[in-house]
């Protein structure tokens, strides 16, 4: 009898910016493995993301059952792209329900291989995923689709609503090192809107909590980019924390995933970048013109952002270099990861 490979479960929310990352990082594991790969999401997606699949993969597609109509949506919709704000809030806020349809795929797939998937990966909000894995001794893991800076603010003010319990336009960010604070102005309007207990607050609280079941954490970011918010969570969280990035944003092309982590340490350390090509709709033509002036009018300012390109583009190759006397910090952070998920495998079978 042929021996049973052992497969990965992959699991993102139902969006492109998320399912877009999540098959890249599925086609990374994949090569690196050789392992079984079995993405899961909802029929509307499915279908879209089967061309998104080299000829050359085995990843395997599997749809859980999901009926917009019951949680209000429109029975038609194709794409979360094409749903309104409000509409996209109600399908975040009803996400947990997807459950019980969860365990039940776990558990056919044990029943259909003999033994659980070495590993279930899922998205930032899908936490309760952890519980079913843990439920079937698989390892679980969160894969951040971003980086921990951002994420790590995210978690913090979501959490704490700390602008709501001072009187003064800055304040401190609550598990941050010292020194690190916001001015309200920061804020997103929704944000200033948040209540404790309302249904938004009351899913992110429970989120968060699931969270602190999860074995670790991914994030598609590099360490030297982003080592406060990554520390963040390995304190705040508690588990290890893996940066395996740069994770190709768009399949098949590394420089429009170098493009994403490049503008991201520009706009954040030079004031300059304007993401155009990250499909920003926020940007202005003012803003546009004010920015080419500076790249282009041979400015101090200019130069600066060229060099600091530069360095970025650097920084994410060699710390994503994995060769016979090198690894960067991105992939020897993959194979600790892995390192992980086979132990508990092990461990498992011992037990």
Same mark, same amino acid.
């Given at each position: ?250 399949? &098949?092309?590394? +420089?429009? =995933?170098?493009?994403? #982590?490049?503008?991201?340490? /520009?706009?954040?350390? %030079?004031?300059?970048? !304007? ?52 690894? &960067?910090?991105? +992939?020897? =952070?993959?194979?600790? #990861?892995?390192?992980?998920? /086979?132990?508990?495998? %092990?461990?498992?079978? !011992?037990?």
């Amino acid at each position: 009898m042929a021996e049973t490979k052992e497969n990965i479960v992959m699991f993102p929310f139902m969006a492109q910016g998320h399912i877009i990352p999540f098959l890249a990082l599925a086609l990374e594991l994949e090569n690196k493995t050789g392992y079984t790969i079995t993405f899961v999401n909802i029929p509307q997606n499915i279908k879209k993301i089967q061309p998104l699949i080299p000829p050359t993969s085995a990843i395997r597609l599997l749809e859980i059952p999901f009926d917009p109509s019951a949680h209000g949506l429109p029975t038609n919709f194709e794409t979360t792209e094409s749903l309104p704000p409000l509409l996209m809030l109600r399908l975040f806020i009803t996400s947990p329900s997807l459950q019980p349809a969860f365990r039940k795929l776990i558990s056919d797939l044990v029943h259909q291989h003999r033994q659980p998937p070495l590993c279930i990966i899922s998205d930032m909000f899908f936490g309760w995923s952890a519980k079913v894995a843990h439920e079937f001794g698989a390892f679980h893991a969160i894969f951040n689709v971003g980086g921990g800076s951002a994420m790590a603010l995210f978690h913090s003010i979501w959490l704490n609503l700390p602008h709501k319990n001072t009187k003064t336009e800055e304040f401190p960010i609550p598990g941050f090192p010292e020194g690190h604070s916001i001015h309200i102005k920061q804020l997103p309007d929704h944000f200033h809107y948040a209540v404790a207990g309302d249904p938004w607050c009351s899913f992110l609280k429970q989120m968060f909590q699931d969270w602190l079941e999860t074995d670790g954490m991914l994030f598609n970011t590099i360490e030297e980019m982003d080592h406060v918010g990554l520390e963040y969570f390995r304190k705040q969280i508690g588990c290890p924390v893996w940066p395996i990035g740069p994770i190709l944003s768009s399949l &098949g092309s590394k +420089a429009r =995933a170098d493009q994403h #982590f490049i503008a991201k340490m /520009l706009e954040e350390e %030079t004031g300059v970048c !304007i993401g155009l090509a990250r499909g920003s709709c926020e940007a202005k033509y003012k803003d546009i013109v004010e920015k080419i002036e500076v790249m282009m009018g041979g400015t101090c300012k200019g130069q600066d952002v060229k060099t600091k390109a530069c360095e970025i583009r650097d920084l994410l190759g060699i710390a994503k270099k994995d060769e016979k006397n090198f690894k &960067g910090a991105s +992939a020897i =952070a993959m194979d600790d #990861f892995l390192t992980a998920v /086979l132990s508990k495998s %092990t461990e498992r079978q !011992i037990n």
